[in-house]
């Protein structure tokens, strides 16, 4: 049975975040040639190649994409081991910008992990739309700041710091709606701003669907609370859906959605050891 190395596993997700092996030697205080041997012993480790060499810019291959994910996974829980048995424990306050969807389906299972791993840490959560948590005005008000972004290229992914994920949007019902094939569409949305919303009514509006909406209301316990009652349909990112709640698959009624990229900006003015513990959290619960 063959071990991956944490090292070598750590310099390969770093050279993705910072996007090449310069940046990432210096972030690790190690030399760029270390870093590209570390590289290169983990694909002769693995037997594949992990990043495109013929590409212009840093690309990772199928292989390195998934390598990436457990990569995240591994490393999140050996730094939860290693903190566990850190003296001296880690402590402190986190003020943490999150889109309430993700507050609450993703946030419950992390927190719990984190808090047992972290007693001495207190969370402030606030929820709100990414472009809010994002302006000049709120940002630095946080220490962590998950957000969604729309239309995200491949190029933009790497320019976008801190970049996580891409999650598909889908429309979502109750279980026994059959909203989605009224002649009106009825829509059950966040207020004005919200990229879902946006979403929805440009790809509607592409495909000629009539539609209007419904209930306007800014949380996801509020949308979900309206769709159970069979209000209409909404939008949400896959990862966000409440179980309670049925994804209705490829449908001659809807368009498709498309897909948001997924952030986790740490604030530039943060030497909270905490906070960069939490995030490793975060990531590991996203992927």
Sequence with gaps: MKNLPIEMLRSFVVINEEGGFTAAADKLGRTQPAISQQLKKLEQLLDRSLMDRDSPKLELTPAGESLLTYAR???SLNDEAVGYFSSPPVSGRIR???P???AITLLPKIVSRFAKAYPDVTLEVNCDLSRNLLSDDQRNEYDLILALHDKVSAQQRRSIKNYIKTDELVWVSSASSRAHSQETLPL???PSGCIYRQR???VLGK???SCRIVYTI???TGIQAAIDEGLGVTVLAR????DSLAIIEQSKHLPVLGTVGISLKQMDNTNNRAVKVLAEFIKSGLL
């Design 73 to 75: 996974q591994i490393l």
């Design 96 to 98: 943490f910008g999150i």
């Design 100 to 102: 309430s969807e993700f």
């Design 188 to 190: 059950v949305a966040a």
């Design 200 to 202: 929805a009514l440009r």
């Design 207 to 209: 495909a000629k669907r």
């Design 218 to 220: 800014p949380d996801l």
């Design 239 to 242: 990862s966000t859906v409440p």
